[in-house]
């Protein structure tokens, strides 16, 4: 039994909603699902056997560490390593069907001499210049002999559907697909497949999406996330006491203060100092005060809350982001270790 004193709670149904979402308006595409960065704190392992089992079948993981962490792979499933291979990544490349998505040069070099004519990824880059082999490169002999399973791009502003630099990437990637010999063609992530038909082409890579996240408009994702706490202490203030770092909160009549075991260790911002909510007994009461590394303080005046409650923390992500000004990638990548991850 775990005892934790802070929880995640995972919405599994939720998260595959959100993937067939996704799926369908993939439309003829496959859809994939990053799980990277430990399925976005999800936990990846969970991630990817509540997808395999609803039908996904390709996994993009960013490193090798990340795709040993998922455990021997099921027959079928297709995973693929973002950040591709560095000299030590060969003995784990070589061991197993996990693909390295080749970026640079390179790696080219690297995967054609070490591993001959088995598959691997291509990521070209098409304006973003972030990661990848240029047009020019991917055109020219230095992939001659590559047996690409997927080449991929990936586009820098699919969450603003009317940034001009969206289409010209799409028509970058789709003269791509004329040069480039590949078994697949992939370009859109989860705000990217909502951009329409001219970005699906055969395989999407939603990540942020599945997780609840709202990446553009016309999304509609189900929270997969909850967040929960125990109280460690309920306490007595009085007016004109402080309450926390700096002596930031000063009560301004008789309250009580309850003091959670969370804080910005656990993912928990402290931009929600002054905007975050906590419900208690069904009621949204304010945090007070600045949220410390392991802690923070909620106002449960009137609230019928003693010492070793549960206290739910507002975590809805679109609004999460709106009001800490925290992208939802890190409000779900930063949230840490020390959670009870428990999938409802
Ligand atoms: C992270 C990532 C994705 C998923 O992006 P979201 O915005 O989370 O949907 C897709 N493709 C690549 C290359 C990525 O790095």
């Not at 992530?189 to 001219?198: F, K, P």
């Not at 930031?248 to 656990?266: E, H, R, W």
């Not at 993912?267 to 975050?276: E, H, I, L, P, W």
Request: a negative charge.
């Amino acid at each position: 039994m775990n005892t934790s004193p802070l929880r995640l709670t995972i919405d599994g149904a939720a998260l595959v909603a959100n993937w067939r979402w996704y799926a369908a308006r993939s439309e003829t595409a496959a859809c994939g699902a990053a799980v990277k960065a430990n399925g976005y704190g999800m936990g990846a392992r969970e991630v990817v056997a509540r997808l395999a089992a609803s039908g996904c079948r390709d996994f993009f993981v960013s490193s090798w560490d990340e795709a040993e962490a998922l455990g021997p792979l099921d027959d079928g499933l297709s995973l693929s390593v973002l950040h591709g291979l560095r000299e030590a990544d060969l003995p784990r490349a070589l061991a197993g069907r996990v693909r390295p998505v080749l970026n640079t040069p390179g790696m080219v070099a690297r995967w054609k001499a070490a591993a001959g004519y088995r598959p691997c990824d291509l990521m070209v880059d098409t304006g973003m210049n972030r990661l990848g082999l240029s047009p020019a490169e991917a055109g020219s002999e230095i992939v001659d002999g590559l047996r690409i399973a997927t080449l991929m791009s990936h586009l820098a502003c699919a969450d603003t559907p009317e940034h001009p630099l969206n289409a010209v990437q799409a028509e970058r990637f789709a003269a791509l697909t004329g040069v480039v010999a590949a078994e697949r063609y992939s370009l859109s992530n989860s705000a990217g497949i909502c951009l329409g038909a001219a970005y699906r082409f055969d395989l999407t890579r939603p990540g942020i999406g599945l997780y609840g996240g709202e990446p553009g408009p016309g999304a509609e994702p189900s929270p997969v996330v909850g967040l929960s706490a125990e109280v460690l202490q309920v306490r007595a203030v009085e007016a004109g006491d402080a309450v926390g770092y700096g002596a930031d909160f000063i009560a301004s009549g008789p309250m009580q203060v309850a003091t959670l075991n969370i804080g910005y260790a656990d993912g928990y911002r402290r931009a929600f100092a002054g905007v975050g909510t906590a419900i208690v007994g069904g009621e949204v009461r304010p945090l007070i005060g600045r949220v410390s590394m392991d802690l923070v303080a909620v106002d449960v005046t009137g609230c019928d809350v003693v010492e070793g409650d549960w206290v739910g923390l507002e975590y809805y992500l679109p609004t999460a982001s709106a009001v800490t000004g925290v992208s939802q990638y890190e409000l779900l990548t930063g949230l840490g270790r020390r959670y009870a991850r428990d999938w409802v």
